[in-house]
């Protein structure tokens, strides 16, 4: 069984700076990719960050303010979030596509979502 579990959400005035964290635990074989996405209500869930060996990718609207990265060690992802704006408001949920044996498939897992609110 694979956990995804997530911190650092909460309510920040417009400029403000955030910083999410996501720890996967359970049975890991290795994991592929993590990224975070959010959900705003009335609106499609969106990727914001992802992050994989090879490269890290951000929306058009987060680049420049928001940054992931990943503690390979911990099976840890992070997004700091700077200069964050009252559309920024939204639930963050921790992605991972991971793989939980040397014979098994990448299988996607999910975090139960952190809230995130940019308001004065």
């Known amino acids: 069984q694979v956990q995804l579990v997530e911190s650092g959400g909460g309510l920040v005035q417009p400029g403000g700076s955030l910083r999410l964290s996501c720890a996967a635990s359970g049975s890991i074989f290795s994991i592929n990719r993590m990224g975070w996405y959010r959900q705003a209500p009335g609106k499609q869930r969106e990727l914001v960050a992802g992050?994989?060996?090879?490269?890290?990718s951000y929306a058009d609207s987060v680049k420049g303010r928001f940054t992931i990265s990943r503690d390979n060690a911990e099976n840890t992802v992070y997004l700091q979030m700077n200069s964050l704006k009252p559309e920024d408001t939204a639930v963050y949920s921790c992605n991972a596509l991971l793989v939980t044996s040397r014979t098994s498939p990448p299988y996607d897992y999910w975090g139960q979502g952190t809230q995130v609110t940019v308001s004065s």
């Open positions: 992050i994989s060996s090879a490269a890290t």
